[in-house]
């Protein structure tokens, strides 16, 4: 059982990644750093990971997931297939996906202002899952779950679930919480219906495995604090120290 102190890293939140720069919400991330980001991942002796990869590694005690960090990308945008996937395929890294089981095809709806950002149809889902990539859960419509009603709870969890395995023909056993709004209802719901993780934003107090935190990907200094401290950390300490100063480096906001 994954412990809330439990050593395994926070995994880091990628939403967009595009040459698109009008970004009023702070969801997308430029192609060029996002394939410097996992450069860099690379050359601290790291591979980026699938959630369920890198629970199944913790659990089974082995060495390898000191080496490993989640890389996790919200929504199920569309840009994913043509600036994420070939870099992640570059480096051999996986990853996991969590699309909106009712938005297959649609655009992002949910956000009021900005420009129309165009979701993975069936197909292009089906390239990324042969791609060798996780695809989890996002629910049905992007809606804060702990402001529906118990059957509207049951479809965006347990419905979304069982429409994203018929359309991968894969087992979906992750969960993301729209907005990271999660409160005990939520939770229930999610392990009743059966996954075996969910994923947060925040620091919480729900039990770890439903309700991973992980680190948003919104500092564009970054590659600066990397460069300036990466490599002579994993020199100096090993993988182990040079991960967690990736970790703390990642969460660091620019002045």
Known sequence: MLKRDSSLLRPLM???????????????????????????????GMRGVSIRELLAAQAQGSWKAARLIGLTFDDGYDDFI?????????YGFTATAFVL???????????????????????????????????????LLHVSLPSVSDHELDDEIGLSRRLLQEATGQEVGGFC????????????????????????IWRNDWPARYALTRIAVQDPHLLTR????GARVLLESGPQVAAQKLVETIRKRPR
């Open 14 to 44: 990628y939403h967009s990644v595009s040459p698109d720069r009008d970004d009023p919400y702070c969801i997308t991330g430029r192609p060029e750093r996002f394939a410097a980001q996992m450069c860099l991942i690379r050359s601290l």
């Open 82 to 90: 043509d600036y994420a996937l070939p870099v992640l395929l570059r």
């Open 101 to 139: 089981a009712g938005r297959l095809g649609a655009d992002n709806a949910w956000n009021p202002e900005g420009p129309r950002k165009r979701l993975m149809t069936v197909e292009r889902l089906r390239a990324a899952v042969a791609a060798g990539i996780e695809i989890g859960s996002h629910g």
């Open 177 to 200: 919480y729209p907005f990271g709004h999660v409160n005990d209802r939520a939770v229930r719901a999610v392990r009743a219906a059966g996954y075996d993780y969910a994923c947060a």
């Open 226 to 229: 990397l460069v300036k401290g």
